[in-house]
């Protein structure tokens, strides 16, 4: 990790956590090595980006000059490591998903061939009950199609490994397939991404 990364990350803990900040919690948060924590609040104190203090036990505890302190947040490094590792999997997950989706619409626009500038309601319906919200790519705007997939993934991770949620995730897939033809009809109706949800009007103003 370099000075630079080391700085970003120690200013990203301070402002979006409550954990403090001696050398145990960090190298257990980031990974970094002991000797390499030292020598990077070393530099960083030199420069004047660090203030530096002690706890009650003499352990050193640093504080980032000049920044706010999160007013809320997690406080325990397991929490905070938790969090970190939760979002990396998201993330990967829904990057390798995304690269699926990509060459399963390429395969299905080759199975089930639509006009020029139209989208295809077999293959929106198919990528959508194989691959969930991932398959609305396709067709659906991006607005509702990106919060889904965050809002699936998380779902997925955490009740997957039940036995009891399978019956529903198979009800979830046929109701994302048949919301991707909606999201494909939708759009060759309107000739671009249109959400399916219904369209709220606004209210007339009231009269004095």
Do not use: C
């Not at 956590?17 to 257990?28: E, K, V, Y």
């Not at 991770?157 to 529903?168: D, Q, R």
């Amino acid at each position: 990790m370099t000075r630079d990364d080391f700085e970003h990350r120690l200013l990203s803990l301070w402002m979006t956590t409550r954990m403090p900040l001696p050398r145990a919690n960090l190298q257990f948060v980031t990974g970094v090595p002991r000797p390499k924590i030292g020598k990077r609040h070393d530099e960083l104190v030199a420069d004047g980006v660090l203030d530096v203090d002690a706890d009650d036990d003499g352990e050193m505890i640093w504080g980032v000059r000049g920044a706010a302190r999160a007013g809320k947040g997690p406080e325990k490094p397991e929490d905070v490591k938790k969090l970190a590792d939760l979002k990396a999997e998201v993330g990967g997950a829904a990057g390798n998903a995304m690269a699926l989706v990509k060459v399963a619409a390429g395969g299905a626009r080759s199975l089930v061939a639509a006009p020029e500038g139209k989208k295809s309601l077999i293959a929106s319906g198919l990528l959508s009950f194989f691959f969930g919200p991932l398959g609305w790519l396709y067709a659906a705007p991006l607005k509702e199609a990106v919060p889904a997939i965050v809002v699936y993934t998380l779902f997925w991770i955490v009740f997957s490994h039940f036995a009891l949620f399978a019956p529903i995730f198979t009800l979830l897939h046929v109701l994302f397939g048949a919301l991707g033809v909606g999201y494909a009809w939708r759009h060759n109706q309107k000739g671009e991404r249109t959400s399916i949800l219904p369209e709220t009007k606004a209210l007339p103003p009231r009269r004095p």
